[in-house]
């Protein structure tokens, strides 16, 4: 079981599996919305359990996709590409130790340019 919540615990979940390797997105939205790069985990829906929904905001990123967050403190948790058996949910949110490391890095020819990517983790144009 993983645990994990917002910076000011109104919105918490709980995942009921292990946690694959997370992917760390360097495209122009994810790095808008969390401020770098975005780091999360994708996981099964049936396996995590959200709770404090009132607090929880969507915001519809793309025709396809929407990024949940706290309307609270701000905190930006979940991506969501929706008709996916699976969602997103930060790396950043969960409560410690997750039991996982880095495995990918992905559109990292949208990067940033005041950081180099040297972990050695592969990367991904796209």
């Known amino acids: 079981m993983h645990t994990g919540s917002c910076l000011c615990g109104a919105v918490r979940f709980e995942v009921s599996a292990a946690l694959h390797p997370p992917d760390a997105c360097h495209c122009t939205q994810c790095r808008k919305q969390s401020g770098h790069y975005w780091a999360s985990t994708d996981v099964l829906r049936t396996d995590a359990t959200i709770q404090g929904g009132d607090a929880l905001?969507?915001?519809?990123?793309?025709e396809k996709v929407r990024r949940g967050f706290c309307s609270r403190c701000g905190s930006a948790l979940?991506?969501?590409?929706?008709?996916r058996d699976r969602i997103?949910?930060?790396m950043g949110a969960f409560d410690r130790p997750t039991g996982v490391t880095l495995g990918l890095h992905i559109f990292v020819a949208d990067k940033g340019d005041y950081y180099d990517i040297g972990d050695g983790v592969q990367q991904n144009p796209r």
Not at 78 to 83: E, G, L, R, T, Y
Request: proline letters at 0%.
């Open 78 to 83: 979940f991506w969501d590409a929706m008709h």
């Open 88 to 90: 997103a949910i930060a």
């Open 57 to 62: 905001t969507w915001f519809q990123s793309s």
